[in-house]
């Protein structure tokens, strides 16, 4: 069983997902809008991901006998000012993402709920790679600057991007 500390911190986070989910699909949606359809492509990817992360949550939350309470998602911003900005807020969104999941890494630790504290290892090892992806991006955009013909090679590129289920959900299909 879950106690309660570890069960709220839990549902906290699965909304945390679902807010992640949200601000990437806005941020899909904002490149759509902008004829930039490879942008938008990794974008919807990036919702899926975020998305599995939140039902990861949920099942874990239910195999250990919890309660999942889901709550509103506060809204999301709706517009950039240019692809640069975009993945400069999202480098930021994911070291914010890095930090909830360390903080309740840290509460798994102080109730000394070691089951939690392992499932959360895959996501400890998740935000690297987050992270990591979304720099690289970052460092291209800011060498492309305003270059027309960059930013095209770039949306190629970023169409390319394939959603893959994440591993602790592939295995619960
Ligand atoms: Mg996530």
Redesign the pocket.
């Known amino acids: 069983m879950l106690n309660a500390k570890v069960e709220e911190a839990l549902n906290a986070q699965i909304n945390?997902?679902f807010w992640?989910a949200y601000l990437y699909l806005s941020m899909s949606a904002y490149f759509e809008a902008e004829g930039k359809a490879g942008f938008a492509h990794w974008f919807r990817v990036q919702f899926k991901?975020?998305q599995a992360?939140?039902e990861i949550f949920i099942n874990y939350v239910q195999s250990r006998g919890g309660r999942v309470r889901l709550m509103p998602i506060e809204a999301v911003p709706t517009e950039w000012e240019s692809p640069l900005a975009v993945f400069k807020a999202t480098l930021e969104h994911e070291l914010k993402?890095t930090s909830l999941i360390n903080n309740l890494y840290h509460i798994a630790e102080e109730e000394k709920d070691y089951a939690t504290r392992s499932m959360l290892g895959w996501?400890v090892d998740?935000q690297v790679e987050?992270e990591e992806n979304v720099k690289k991006y970052l460092d291209a955009l800011s060498l492309i600057g305003d270059n027309g013909f960059g930013l095209y090679q770039l949306d190629k590129e970023l169409s390319a991007r394939v959603f893959n289920v994440p591993a602790p959900l592939a295995n619960k299909q």
């Open positions: 945390a997902e992640s991901e975020e992360h939140a993402v996501f998740e987050e």
